[in-house]
């Protein structure tokens, strides 16, 4: 008899687990994923930047949860993520909708909507942001004057005011500015599960027209133990980077000058970077600064000796402008 009860108990559980996990299918059509987190969408007012940036324990948070277009907008989709508010959000923008328009439309639009946490944020730097009732606790959104911050499924309630107090109180470039926000949310308290993964991105507040111009900064990382730490080293690399691109302009300009600033200033983020030595070498060479170069080049050819496999290759092109009696000296 007790065992015939069991199996009615067995098979009572079955079919209630079934009819759970139907409904909950249902309910979410199977296509929102988990990005319990928490981020932030901002505005830059000197240069009309506009960004969003966000930390998850979840696998590659970036790819789901932040959007944005230059000269139109930021969006952060999150909680059990609806990720048509991305697109969707974007368009309602180049409609003309304002920040809170666009969020009412997409929220009033979906039937899970008290599942889901929203930031829109417009090219006119005004934000909005949505939280709803069954997000998973402790969860939140702050809307300020050029940002919205917002954070579901928290260690405490102290999560999103910590990155509102931080941005509000920071300064420099808006990328370096979200970064604190996120930092400061992860010592109030962060995502109670952990970390796993970030994002961060920062489009143009006017449109070039070309989309390799118009993304200033894209940078994931998706899988680490401390992501915003790798994210932090990251957008330093992105920095130096930008001195190299620049004097790579410069040189193709025949400003040598020019050159040198940037390339030294490279240098400087990340001494141990042989490429960025090398470049730093070569415009010293190519200023009549050969005395300087010489020992730059030695030190990088005892580290890696294709660099100096490399260096008479660029005398036909023009990138190094040394007669022969100076190369000579480059190479010993």
């Known amino acids: 008899m007790r065992l015939h009860v069991n199996y009615l108990i067995i098979i009572s559980l079955v079919i209630l687990n079934s009819q759970l996990t139907i409904s909950f299918a249902q309910f979410y059509k ?116 050029n940002f919205s911050v917002q954070a579901n499924l928290m260690l405490n309630d102290k999560v999103w005011p910590a990155m509102a107090e931080a941005f509000e109180n920071s300064n420099g470039p808006l990328a370096e500015r979200m970064l604190i926000a996120l930092e400061a949310a992860e010592e109030a308290g962060g995502d109670i599960r952990g970390k796993q993964s970030a994002a961060l991105l920062v489009v143009r507040g006017k449109s070039t027209g070309n989309v390799w111009e118009d993304r200033l900064v894209e940078l994931r ?5 401390e992501p915003l730490i790798e994210l932090r080293r990251l957008l330093k690399v992105h920095r130096a ?32 970077n042989l490429e960025m030595k090398y470049w730093t070498a070569v415009t010293l060479a190519n200023n009549n600064r050969l005395n300087e170069a010489l020992p730059m080049f030695k030190e990088i050819f005892s580290k890696d000796s294709k660099w100096k496999l490399l260096t008479p290759r660029l005398i036909p092109n023009g990138l190094l402008k040394v007669d022969e009696e100076a190369l000579k000296k480059i190479e010993r």
């Open 241 to 272: 980077y930008e001195h190299m691109n620049k004097g790579d302009i410069a040189v193709e300009k025949n400003d040598m000058i020019t050159a040198m600033n940037e390339y030294t200033a490279a240098m400087k983020m990340f001494p141990d």
């Open 221 to 225: 990382v998706d899988d680490a133990n």
């Open 30 to 145: 199977t296509n929102s994923p988990f990005a319990h987190t928490y981020s932030i969408v901002a505005y830059d007012k000197d240069t009309g930047d506009m960004g969003v940036a966000v930390q998850s324990h979840w696998y590659s948070v970036g790819t789901i949860v932040s959007w944005g277009e230059a000269g139109v907008g930021v969006i952060a989709t999150q909680s059990f993520v609806n990720v048509s508010f991305g697109p969707r959000g974007l368009e309602l923008l180049k409609k003309g909708f304002s920040a809170q328009q666009a969020v009412d439309e997409l929220i009033k639009s979906d039937e899970g909507r008290e599942f889901r946490q929203l930031a829109v944020l417009d090219a006119k730097g005004s934000a909005a942001s949505f939280t709803g009732v069954k997000c998973i606790q402790p969860a939140g959104n702050i809307v300020g004057e």
